[in-house]
């Protein structure tokens, strides 16, 4: 098959969740010519992700693996996206954990000593006061170097962006569509040198890479509308309560397995207002419901790395709960396996699970 050098392209990235943006962005700005391939009328758990980053989570307060390095590299790309793009996207927030009773109190307080955990806590004489629209009667810590992202606006500019140098493509993708030679890849009429799957939750349809396990996690976040908040700090005890304005905030998040479907119920909605209200001093309205697949595995570690015999066709997923935190880190690390041959966390690599295949 001949192509001209136009429809050449070094990558062809499918989907374009948070996966697919940050590897697109790494790529692009290591100078690679990329096409963004994405269907938008396929969900997309990104666009339901409430986008919190918190270093410390669970009633247990454990630091979130590779929380020194992975804050830190996530935090000064969006800040680096938010001066290219001229929008707002990384918001830094603290997080205020009310304490559930004394003893509570103290086995968190007794954490803090740790000096891993305590660099991401607010020490006493600088902690805020307790939020006027939060019932803490036994007080509460301050998480700190944590926040969120405003995903569904990164990725519209994001878009937009790659859309204006023509390098963004509204399609559905297929599989089959493919055609591999040994120097290139073709799709559609366009030659690449490799191809990386972004697609998320639908990457389980895919046959080349439908051997990985899986372990998707479906979740619901409430929207609600309050009185204006004099705060910004986000508020975890079970669930989040997530300002993104001073009127409005999202509520999350729920975790089910069976159906895996993108559909939103009451039940979820119903769990989430038990926890919402013993929370809350102050009236709220709801205004939304969103529902979500995140797509986590087996290890809970993402899934990175090329098929074991097709060496031009990759995968970038199993970015599970912590898609903003996970997908800019790994990007970069994918981007210098792809084009400098350094070597991927093996935790990550999807050669953990080259035995599923073979077998
Ligand atoms: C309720 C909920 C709350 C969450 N809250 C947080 C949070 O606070 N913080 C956090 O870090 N993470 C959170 N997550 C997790 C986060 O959403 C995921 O980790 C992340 O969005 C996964 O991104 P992705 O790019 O892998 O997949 P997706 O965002 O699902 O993107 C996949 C993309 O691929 C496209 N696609 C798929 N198949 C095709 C095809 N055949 N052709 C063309 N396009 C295709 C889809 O259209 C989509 O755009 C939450 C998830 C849920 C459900």
Not at 224 to 242: H, M, P, R, S
């Amino acid at each position: 098959m001949t192509q001209n050098i136009e429809n050449h392209y070094d990558y062809l990235i499918v989907g374009q969740g948070i996966a697919g943006t940050s590897l697109a962005w790494h790529l692009h700005q290591s100078g690679k010519r990329i096409l963004l391939v994405n269907d938008s009328s396929l969900p997309s758990s990104s666009k339901v992700a409430a986008g919190i980053f918190n270093p410390l989570t669970g009633k247990k307060l454990v630091k979130t693996w590779l929380a020194d390095e992975i804050f830190p590299y996530a935090q000064k790309f969006y800040a680096g996206l938010e001066e290219k793009l001229g929008v707002k996207i990384l918001h830094q927030a603290s997080i205020f954990r009310p304490f559930r009773s004394i003893e509570e109190q103290n086995s968190y307080l007794a954490q803090t000593s740790d000096p891993g955990i305590s660099r991401y806590i607010q020490s006493p004489s600088e902690q805020q006061n307790v939020p006027e629209h939060v019932h803490a009667p036994f007080g509460g810590m301050e998480v700190i170097r944590s926040g969120w992202v405003d995903l569904p606006l990164l990725l519209d500019k994001s878009r937009d962006y790659f859309s204006n140098l023509s390098q963004y493509l509204e399609s559905t993708f297929n599989i089959d569509d493919l055609k591999v030679s040994e120097k290139s890849v073709f799709w559609n009429g366009y030659g690449f040198d490799k191809v990386i799957l972004c697609q998320g939750f639908n990457a389980r349809k895919n046959e080349l890479f439908n051997w990985l396990p899986f372990t998707p996690v479906k979740g619901q976040i409430l929207e609600i509308e309050i009185d204006k908040l004099a705060t910004n700090q986000i508020v975890n005890q079970g669930i989040f309560i997530l300002p993104v304005s001073e009127t409005h905030c999202r509520v999350g998040a729920t975790y089910s397995w069976d159906p895996l479907d993108w559909e939103t119920t009451a039940a979820a909605a119903q769990e989430l207002e038990s926890k919402l209200k013993p929370l809350l001093k102050v009236p709220y309205k709801i205004t939304g419901q969103l529902a979500g697949i995140r797509p986590s595995s087996h290890d809970r570690r993402p899934m990175l790395g090329i098929h074991p015999d097709y060496s031009r066709i990759g995968i970038f997923n199993g970015l599970g709960t912590k898609g903003v935190t996970l997908a800019p880190y790994f990007a970069n690390q994918f981007t210098e396996y792809l084009e400098k041959q350094k070597e991927l966390n093996e935790a990550v690599n999807i050669k953990r699970y080259f035995s599923l295949y073979f077998r």
